[in-house]
């Protein structure tokens, strides 16, 4: 071959490596994005089913009611009317959702829920006679279940109206200090009662206009205010305000009275917390809390300010004294 040849050769070699080059294959690599998650259609029914009744399969409930009936087979045989079985769950058995099914053609309730009481114990029940006898299992929702019950609520109502008949009697009797009308020279109780009343209206609030939330906070609790929404975040904050100021106020009032009356004021200002809970959380339903709230801190505010400051000192341990008379600490009279 001549030397022309071969350099025409060559230069058909490197024309084709280059062409090699430039047209040869592009691969893309796909990316794992959350938008590339694809779910199954039992998968998405779970999802829709949880954004509505706020729970699905593997969530724990306990038995609150004496006892739950389950039925042994599927809901189909007891709709079609065939032989079916039973058994009894006791108060206090932990249960497990295992399946969810939705029947249409089931007039009384279409959702049946088949919960485990343990790996042999499986049973189908109406979703709706399931809910009034089971409660999450966790204290906050135990919680919220025992005092949001009917009965629980006359209970108290009674209860805290004879304690508190009771409490202020004897209060006024020993003409001892009372929150609102004969109290000490501290704020803490008056902010502790107007806390309590207003987290009582926030309650009754979210379960008016956001029942939904309400609902959800229910099956899924937190005390962390900062991952809920904003008015389920003030609720939150208010709580935890209540236990750090009742904290307070307990000092205060060790260090304000004698350990008797402390004790005795305490008990006070307990029962007109517990008066203030209910009666602000139930009117508030009916939307005459709201003006109760603004009338109770105007009447609040005002009576701290006429009755809680000191006039006057024990002429012999100089002790703060509202008033003259018997001195409280040390027991000398002052005229």
Known sequence: MSMPNKKSFANCLLLAAALLLFTSCYHKHE???PDAITYTEEQLDSISFSSTHHYTNNYNFVVKADSLVLLKQQPEEKLNSLMTDSFVVKRNDPLVVADI?????????SVWVQVARDQSTFGWIHESTLLKKVVPDDPISQFISTF???HMLIFLIIIVGIGTVYVIRMIRRRNANLVHFND?????????????ASSATLYATIQVFEPDMWRHFYY???LNPFIVPPLL??????VWAILIVGLATV????????FSEAVLYLFGLAAICAVDYIVFSVFTLYYIGYVLLVLYF???IKTYLANSHTDYLCGNCGAQLQKKGKCPYCGAENL
């Open 31 to 33: 990316r794992n994005t």
């Open 101 to 109: 099914r939705i029947l249409p053609t089931d007039s009384i309730d």
């Open 148 to 150: 949001s019950d009917m």
């Open 184 to 196: 000490i020279d501290s704020f803490y109780p008056t902010a502790l009662a107007l806390l309590v």
């Open 220 to 222: 899924h609790p937190t």
């Open 233 to 238: 975040s003030i609720f939150l904050v208010s």
């Open 251 to 258: 000092d205060d009032v060790r260090h304000h009275l004698p």
């Open 298 to 300: 105007y009447f609040a």
